[in-house]
Nanobody, 121 residues
Framework: QVQLVESGGGLVQAGGSLRLSCVAS????????MNWYRQAPGKQRDLVAT???????DYAVSVNGRFTISRDNAKKTVYLQMNNLKPEDTAVYYC???????????????WGQGTQVTVSS
């Protein structure tokens, strides 16, 4: 089966930086779009950043200019570099990827377990 595992979350002061990683493993033939979402308690899960198979990126307005999403296809990994963090960025961050688990098979969505990011004032 396909598994996504996030790492890199933690506690940081406002203005600081964190780098999140998400590694895909298991029956992974190919990966299309990869995304980072975040969800604060009692809030909806929102898209933070996305990167397509060609490296094209897009960001939520709230993080644009501060966050950078990237990927390493050889390592089957997506990253989220978060700079100039604000208390409003506090949330559980989830990795999401569309993965083809078999040759010429359709892509299916998979999710990581989430990693906590807490930004203090």
């Amino acid at each position: 089966q396909v598994q996504l595992v996030e790492s890199g979350g933690g506690l940081v002061q406002a203005g600081g930086s964190l780098r999140l990683s998400c590694v895909a493993s298991g029956t992974v033939v190919s990966i299309d779009v990869m995304n980072w979402y975040r969800q604060a308690p009692g809030k909806q899960r929102d898209l933070v950043a996305t990167i397509d198979s060609d490296g094209g990126t897009d960001y939520a307005v709230s993080v644009n200019g501060r966050f950078t999403i990237s990927r390493d296809n050889a390592k089957k990994t997506v990253y989220l570099q978060m700079n100039n963090l604000k208390p409003e960025d506090t949330a559980v961050y989830y990795c999401n990827a569309y993965v083809s688990p078999y040759f010429d098979y359709r892509y299916k969505p998979y999710w990581g377990q989430g990693t906590q990011v807490t930004v203090s004032s």
